[in-house]
C-alpha cells in the first residue's frame, strides 16, 4: 500500500504496528516497546479533537523522524486517547502534517471503515473474482456509483412533515437508504404497470407477493 501511494506521489497517514522496527542512532527498536518507554520518559502533550457530540481528548509524544523498517524515513507519533491503555502509534511521510494533524487524520478512520464496510457488506464490492482487469475497475465504479446514489437520497429524503432533513443524512443508514430506493423503483414500476397493462389481477399478485 505504501508503495502504491509513492507510486501516485501520495503522502500517507498510518498506524504503526508494534512489531516493527524503527532504527535510531543505529539502535534498533521494537515500536510498541518504544511508544510505552516514551510515554514514561517524556513529558506528554495534550490535543483535544471537537467532535459533533462532544470532544476527544489525546495526550500523545512526537517521536520525530525514524526510519521505520524497510518504508524508509518516517514521522512517527505515538498518542492515547482519553483514559485508554493502549497507546498507538501512528506514522506518516508528509512533511508539513504535524502531530496533532496527524491524530486527527488518524480519528477519521472510522466513517471510512465504514464505508468499506457497507461496499463490501451491502453493495458486492468483493464480487469481482474471475474477472478481467478492466472489469474489475468497472465494478469498483459501479459500486462506488451506487453509493454515491445512496447518499444522494439521504441527503435528498424528506421528514414526516414533509420537511428536506439535509443535516440528518449520516442518521439514514445504507441499508435503509437501500430500501428507501427499493421503495422509489416499486412505486415508479407500479405507476408504469397500470399505465401500460389493463391486468389488475397482476398487479395484485406483485404487491401480494413483495408484502409476502
Same mark, same amino acid.
Given at each position: 500500500?505504501v ?6 506521489h ?11 522496527n524503527?532504527?535510531?542512532q543505529?539502535w534498533?527498536l521494537k ?11 517524556r513529558?506528554t ?7 459533533p ?17 524497510t #518504508? =524508509?524515513?518516517?514521522h ?7 483514559s !485508554?491503555?493502549?497507546?498507538?502509534g +501512528? &506514522?506518516?511521510? %508528509? ?17 471510512i471503515?465504514?464505508?468499506i ?5 451491502? #453493495? =458486492?464490492?468483493?464480487?469481482?473474482q ?5 472489469? !474489475?475497475?468497472?465494478?469498483?465504479? +459501479? &459500486?462506488?456509483? %451506487?453509493?454515491a446514489l ?25 441499508a435503509?437508504?437501500q430500501?428507501h430506493?427499493?421503495?422509489l423503483?416499486?412505486?415508479d ?13 397482476l ?7 413483495r408484502?409476502?
Open positions: 500500500m508503495q502504491a501511494c509513492r507510486d501516485q501520495f503522502h500517507f497517514a498510518s498506524t504503526l504496528k508494534s512489531n516493527r524503527l532504527f535510531k543505529g534498533r515500536a510498541g516497546r518504544y511508544g510505552k518507554n516514551l510515554f514514561r520518559r513529558r502533550q495534550t490535543f483535544v479533537l471537537a467532535k457530540h462532544g470532544q476527544a481528548r489525546y495526550r500523545y509524544v512526537d517521536a520525530g523522524w525514524l526510519q521505520v523498517g #518504508l =524508509g524515513t518516517l512517527v507519533v505515538f498518542s492515547r486517547k482519553g !485508554a491503555h493502549k497507546i498507538v +501512528l &506514522v506518516t511521510d %508528509a512533511p508539513t502534517l504535524s502531530a496533532p494533524q496527524l491524530i486527527q487524520a488518524y480519528d477519521r478512520r472510522w466513517s471503515e465504514q464505508w464496510k457497507d461496499l463490501k457488506q451491502l #453493495l =458486492g464490492l468483493g464480487h469481482y474471475n474477472r478481467s482487469y478492466r472489469a !474489475a475497475v468497472t465494478h469498483l465504479h +459501479l &459500486v462506488c456509483f %451506487a453509493y445512496l447518499t444522494h437520497l439521504r441527503i435528498e429524503r424528506y421528514g414526516a412533515q414533509g420537511q428536506q432533513t439535509h443535516h440528518k443524512a449520516a442518521d439514514l443508514s445504507t435503509a437508504a430500501d430506493l427499493r421503495g423503483i416499486w412505486d414500476l407500479m405507476v408504469y404497470l397500470k399505465e401500460t397493462s389493463h391486468d389488475a389481477s398487479i395484485a399478485d406483485l404487491q401480494r407477493l408484502v409476502a
